[in-house]
């Protein structure tokens, strides 16, 4: 995204959609990397409210907040394009907020990927988890990335 600061997240993630819908994908790829053809999208605000439920210390992926939403909705699968991009609306949205403040940072890429999307980048979202008591690693030569160390021991399970 682009021009963050000039746009209206909250907005964005009130919009009323065509969402939550079930898709049926016919794309042998697509059924065969996902395992299935059911895909679900979910709003916005959706990826809000559970981001909002993990608590001080614990962290949670985009691929755990898919899944949940898959398996809670009889699907397959859930998009990953929009679930990235949702993710990072809240992110934003909290960020342009005085009140009503979605943790966000404790949401995590794959593997325990920060995310460099976000408010601040990665160095915020470091800050904020270090200062939570997680360890932040750097992996790569050229590349670099960041990593929260042992993530999986700090999972938020949703319910």
């Known amino acids: ?11 964005m993630l009130h919009r009323e959609t065509d969402m939550p819908k079930i898709q ?6 697509t059924i065969k990397k996902y395992g299935g053809e059911r895909m679900y999208f979910a709003p916005p605000v959706t990826y809000d409210e559970i981001m909002k439920k993990v608590p001080f210390g614990k962290v949670i992926t985009v691929g755990a907040v898919r899944e949940y939403l898959a ?9 990953p394009i929009t679930a990235g991009i949702f993710v990072s609306i809240a992110a934003w949205a909290s960020h342009q907020r005085r ?6 940072w404790r949401t995590l890429k794959a593997k ?3 995310n460099a999307k976000y408010p ?6 470091k800050e904020k988890l270090e200062a939570e008591g997680h360890t932040i690693i750097e992996r ?6 960041y990593y929260v160390k042992d993530y999986e021991k700090f999972l938020f399970e949703i319910e």
């Open 71 to 79: 398996k809670k909705n009889n699907a397959d699968f859930t998009d």
């Open 99 to 104: 009140e009503d403040k979605t943790p966000y």
């Open 112 to 114: 325990g990927e920060l």
């Open 120 to 125: 601040g980048g990665v160095e915020a979202q």
């Open 24 to 29: 049926i994908v016919t794309d042998e790829a």
């Open 140 to 145: 790569g030569r050229k590349n670099i990335r």
């Open 1 to 11: 995204m682009a021009n963050e600061e000039k746009k209206d997240f909250n907005a």
